[in-house]
């Protein structure tokens, strides 16, 4: 009898914590709503797409609503690592990498969560999962749980990532291929905002800067200057680089992260295991990510299929989309921008 009073104790006051945590949650999302309402706003790719301007980016509501309430409440530790980038320039591909490399075992890959779960799945954006639900609190608190991803601005981080020593990658990508990739992926939003923008339409926002976290050479910028500034912290890759000869640069992102492959490893193959599991063939192929069905009445409202993160992932297929003037444009933005920056030069 004591046995289940206590039980039930238990029960009605684990309820009773679980309702103040929810009324906390909608008190913050409500002070952010207000908030965001006091800022700019401009149209975004969709005719109902309102991007909202923050610190210098572009952000739509319901992500920087997730933003602020990480900027508020994320805690970061030393132990802590994190996958940074802008969106589609290679971050589901360096999810997989950095998972699978903190994941590793030396006799055995079959067992490997990835082949099962989305990259995404294993490895939780700070700004999306782990702020815009409550519950997934405990996720972020868990102590076996180190690997986080963001799309945030480097200034622009919650101030205990900057601030607890923890260290982080950023991979940046040809903004051609990003903006073809981007694009191609909106394709696949069944969104509640209106048909996607014409891509001349979309590819003229993003040269003003009006993207999705965008403008997206202020983005790389402000990880090549925090970069420059402590290289211990952070591990700054190019895409086009890493796929033109991968083993060298999973092997330096293992040791960078704290888990360097032994000799032994190396001498089994373990690195090219990794390699080969996370190769865009695999994941593209695994049940895991091609789960949704692709058929626009199966998927929900402002929702992404799984297979729609793997689409090529080739370097070049710019030239399939845009005009000799649209690349032009762009590197002509690309070369002002990081002119005398060093990062044109940079060999990673």
Known sequence: ??????????????QDE???ESSEFEKN???YQDLIASFPHANGW???????QYGGHWIVQPLLEGWLHAQDFFQARPIDFFVCSYPKSGTTWLKALAFAIANRSCSDHSSNPLLKSNPHDLVHFIEGELSLVPQVDDVANDNGNTLFSTH???GLLPESILKSGCKMVYIWRDPKDTFVSMWNFFQKE???NGPLNTLEESFDKLCQGLSLYGPYLDHVMSYWNAYQENPDQILFLKYETIRADTLPYVKRLAEFMGYGFTAEEEKKGVVEEVVNL???????NLEANKGEKDREEDIPSNFYPKSAYFRKGKVGDWSNYLTPEMAARIDGLMEERFKGTGLLEHDI
């Open 29 to 31: 999302q409500k002070r």
């Open 18 to 20: 679980t309702e103040r």
């Open 278 to 284: 996370c190769s865009f063939e695999t994941l593209k």
């Open 1 to 14: 009898m004591a046995s289940k009073a206590l039980t039930d104790a238990t029960l009605v006051n684990h």
């Open 152 to 154: 945030i601005p480097y």
């Open 190 to 192: 069944r969104s509640d």
């Open 46 to 52: 969709r005719p109902k797409a309102t991007l909202i």
